[in-house]
């Protein structure tokens, strides 16, 4: 391709399929821990320690009696910076709310790891 010529990027240029599927999952882990709808427990299958120690004291009450609305991610980007380092970002719904969650993922001893979760959920 010649410079300055453009070119159409289709979703997923670039991230293969498996930092795609961890980076969803964890997106919807750390956004369910968040809403309350989640046990914060479950972050430790996908997150590092000092993740789930910095999500806790945002996780949401849930009202005892009261029907919980799921939160959702409305849309997520996943990009590589480098071959062991993936970073996504997401808008999601909590309670009602729009939010952004970006997340920084690390590729060690074979397995993907959450090691930085930064949002606007309170």
Same mark, same amino acid.
């Given at each position: 391709?010649?410079?300055?010529?453009?070119?159409?990027?289709?979703?997923?240029?670039?991230?293969?399929? &498996?930092?795609?599927?961890?980076?969803?999952? #964890?997106?919807?882990?750390?956004?369910?821990?968040?809403?309350? #709808?989640?046990?914060?427990?479950?972050?430790?299958?996908?997150?590092?320690?000092?993740?789930?120690?910095?999500?806790?004291?945002?996780?949401?009450?849930?009202?005892?009696?009261?029907?919980?609305?799921?939160?959702?991610?409305?849309?997520?980007?996943?990009?590589?910076?480098?071959?062991?380092?993936? &970073?996504?970002?997401?808008?999601?719904?909590?309670?009602?709310?729009?939010?952004?969650?970006?997340?920084?993922? &690390?590729?060690?001893?074979?397995?993907?790891?959450?090691?930085?979760? &930064?949002?606007?959920?309170?």
């Amino acid at each position: 391709m010649s410079p300055g010529r453009l070119r159409v990027v289709r979703p997923g240029d670039g991230v293969d399929g &498996e930092v795609r599927a961890v980076a969803d999952a #964890t997106l919807r882990i750390v956004v369910e821990v968040l809403a309350g #709808t989640r046990p914060p427990h479950q972050l430790s299958l996908v997150a590092a320690p000092a993740v789930c120690r910095g999500l806790a004291p945002h996780r949401r009450a849930v009202p005892g009696g009261r029907r919980i609305v799921p939160p959702q991610v409305l849309s997520s980007r996943v990009q590589r910076p480098s071959p062991t380092i993936a &970073e996504a970002s997401a808008v999601v719904l909590v309670a009602g709310r729009a939010h952004a969650v970006a997340l920084r993922l &690390e590729h060690r001893r074979g397995r993907w790891r959450c090691t930085a979760v &930064e949002t606007t959920a309170p």
